[in-house]
């Protein structure tokens, strides 16, 4: 049975994100988060607190992926206790665009 995830992405990210998708055997509920929030990590960390906390209570998730780096801390001290929560370990998004860090470092 596909398991079923909320995912909460960086909009940046969309066209890679969708095309996974489309090849995976498993269900996303997605929200698209606006790159400009990248400006203002508080507003950021604010956001997606917001959409982490939206899961809460619900039966039907497997878990909640964050399609973020740190980026500016705006991912930091991100917790919900009731339901996994996966984030990647990278600095930014641009790694995650770039396959790792390490080619963003030579980038």
Do not use: Q
Not at 65 to 86: H, K, V
């Amino acid at each position: 049975m596909p398991s079923r995830y909320k995912l909460i992405a960086c909009d940046v990210l969309r066209a890679e994100a969708e095309a996974l998708m489309a090849r995976s055997p498993n269900r996303f509920e997605v929200e698209w988060v606006e790159l400009g929030l990248h400006d203002e990590p508080p507003k950021l960390n604010a956001e997606l607190r917001r959409l982490v906390e939206t899961c809460r209570g619900r039966t039907d998730l497997d878990a909640v992926l964050l399609l973020f780096g740190l980026c500016s801390n705006g991912t930091l001290d991100l917790e919900a206790p009731w339901i996994p929560l996966a984030v990647p370990k990278v600095h930014d998004c641009i790694s995650l665009y770039l396959g790792s860090a390490k080619r963003y470092a030579e980038e």
